[in-house]
């Protein structure tokens, strides 16, 4: 069986950092693409970060130069460390794998920037 599992959400204010992990377990992890959506209240789900072809990471515009993604293959574990955090941050995160055909997505883990 198949799982991802996001952790390390919370309450955090305003310019202040997070780091989300997301394990994944039930996959061959290291030959899977896999990137973070977030999803904020009453919007579409939208692209974060994503490491591809194994070493390149993409960025969304919104988050360059705050956000920084990794991956340990030997942990079958991804990271998202948030730095500067701003209110527009606050979502629900979701790590997400990806392999041809196959797809999986964790239950996602809160992420919510306020004073």
């Known amino acids: 069986q198949v799982q991802l599992v996001e952790s390390g959400g919370g309450l955090v204010q305003p310019g202040g950092s997070l780091r989300l992990s997301c394990v994944a377990s039930g996959i061959f992890f290291s030959i899977y693409e896999i990137t973070w959506y977030r999803q904020a209240p009453g919007k579409q789900r939208e692209l974060v970060a994503g490491?591809?072809?194994?070493?390149?990471?993409n960025y969304a515009d919104s988050v360059k130069g705050r956000f920084t993604m990794s991956r340990d293959n030997a942990k079958n574990t991804v990271y998202l460390q948030m730095n500067s955090l701003r209110p527009e941050d606050t979502a629900v995160y979701y790590c997400h794998a990806e392999k041809g055909l196959n797809s999986y997505w964790g239950q996602g883990t809160q992420v919510t920037v306020s004073s």
């Open positions: 490491i591809i072809s194994g070493s390149t990471t």
